[in-house]
């Protein structure tokens, strides 16, 4: 069955500071994707990253980046020289094939705050 | 380009009354989905659609959920009749390919439904 664990339920840093949200993943599938969602205060689920399984490079976009690692089933989020901006519920989510009915599975979401 | 459109923004009935929300998806998107979520929780899937049919709903409480998305554009979820724990945000989203897992999917605002 397909999981996704994001274990820190909250993270709290002072402006400025760099922060590392985790992921892990679980699938049998051997093609599949993985996501980062941000839902601010607004409530609005805002995409931030598509990454499919045949594609282990790091991505960074501006203070954003992404370590994909198949070998610990790891997608984890850093965020450099955070800001207040930045604070938000982050979601990491998974979309298998068959095996997961094709769904997109869903974790629990990381609180990030950010204080000035 | 247009995002996707839900409305209304904030509902409140009593338990044993009935609620209808509408979702109006980006023009083109062939999947539409929508999403329960609890405070403090991630997005629980109900209903996916591709184009007028239903891939998957099976999570959606068949007693007193019930949706529909009409000539494979815009859908509506009703709840009929309420219950206390159907107090929740409920996302609508979109994607452009055929089974919603290759390209990201695209959210609304969101409905805050609260039942007192």
């Known amino acids: 069955a397909q999981k996704v664990t994001q274990a820190q339920t909250e993270i709290s840093v002072v402006e400025k500071e760099d922060v590392t949200l985790d992921c892990v993943y679980e699938t049998r599938d051997t093609t599949y994707y993985l996501f980062w969602y941000k839902q601010p205060p607004s409530g609005e689920l805002v995409f931030l990253i598509r990454?499919?399984?045949?594609d282990e490079q790091n991505e960074i976009s501006g203070r954003y980046s992404w370590n994909f690692q198949k070998s610990t089933s790891s997608f984890n989020f850093t965020i450099t020289a955070s800001q207040v901006v930045d604070s938000a519920v982050y979601f990491c989510a998974l979309s298998g094939g068959l095996d997961s009915n094709y769904q997109l599975i869903w974790g629990a979401g990381t609180k990030l705050i950010i204080k000035p | 380009e247009a995002g996707v459109a839900q409305s209304p923004r904030y509902k409140i009935i009593e338990k044993r009354q009935s609620v209808a929300f509408w979702c109006n998806p980006i023009s083109g998107h062939a999947t539409l989905y929508w999403y329960q979520q609890i405070l403090g929780q991630g997005p629980k899937l109900l209903i996916q659609?591709?184009?007028?049919?239903?891939?998957?709903d099976s999570q959606l409480p068949k007693d007193r959920f019930s949706a529909e998305r009409l000539k494979g554009v815009d859908s509506t979820l009703k709840i009929q009749p309420a219950k206390l724990e159907d107090s929740a945000v409920y996302l609508c989203?979109?994607?452009?390919?055929?089974?919603?897992?290759?390209?990201?999917?695209?959210f609304g605002q969101g409905t805050r439904l609260t039942v007192v």
């Open positions: 990454r499919n399984s045949f």
């Open positions: 989203a979109s994607s452009l390919d055929r089974w919603g897992q290759y390209t990201e999917a695209f």
């Open positions: 659609f591709q184009n007028n049919g239903v891939v998957d």
